[in-house]
């Protein structure tokens, strides 16, 4: 069997588990993507690259427009692919009030991989925020994965880690304070889009001795999947810790749901 070096090199789509977590479905006002809504477009791309799953949000997420309806988006897709699209419910600070009814309605949408929240133009918050423990209440009872931007407060994030032992939390963009702490929190995990810097994810992955608390993301759809996968390609690290981060981490966390079962991917799951 090829490396998945040599696998990329040759042009070839990926042969191991891949599964992008970090992604966003719908229309951005903000940019040109005029086949943001193309369910046959981002299919084919996955393919390409050999992606056997993604886990998108919003766009815009939770900074503009309809959340619902930006929700719908995402959870359409996800009902007309349902082995390769698995949606985050996207939640926002502007909304305080309607979160929780919103989280329930897309749990009863279908497959849920859990919640995704922003920072752009929205109130300030943490994970001690009264409005958020209602949401991390619901999760803990699933299971499911909670994903912000980034985590301003690692005090609060210690804080919810410890009381919420069921939710895994983990941060969109690459952050080694994130992989530091995940050495102590279990439930803790970092996800490697835009991990830009020179060897920034084969340095951690070295500092640290261990890949199982990193996901790979691209921020798929807005920018595409290579974005995210060619820093673990290229990497000089085992092949096993690259398919830890590629897709297997991200198995791990959908075997804790209630979902999996039901669940096909053509390639086998480790």
Known sequence: MKSIYDTVMAGEPLAVPFIDVHGHFGPWPETVIPYAMDYSRAIAEMDRYGCDMAWPSASNPGYSGDLSMKNDYVFDFAAKHPDRI????????????????????????????????????????????????PILEILAEHRLVY??????????????ARKYPDVVFMSGHFDPTIIRLAGEYSNLR?????????????????????SDTMLVGSDFSLFKLSFGVGMIVFADIPEQDKQNILGLNAIRLMQRTRWFGEVKMAKKMG
């Open 86 to 133: 698995v949606p985050y419910c996207t939640l926002s600070a502007l909304t305080p009030d309607r979160n929780e009814s919103e989280l329930r309605r897309c749990l009863l949408r279908g497959r849920c991989i859990g919640v995704k929240m922003h920072r752009y133009q929205q109130p300030p918050y943490t994970m001690r925020s009264d409005f958020m423990q």
């Open 190 to 210: 970092d996800c490697t889009c835009a991990a830009m810097g020179y060897k920034a994810v084969e340095n951690e992955v070295r500092r640290a001795g261990r």
């Open 147 to 160: 994903l912000n931007h980034g985590f301003v407060s690692v005090d609060d994030l210690q804080w919810a």
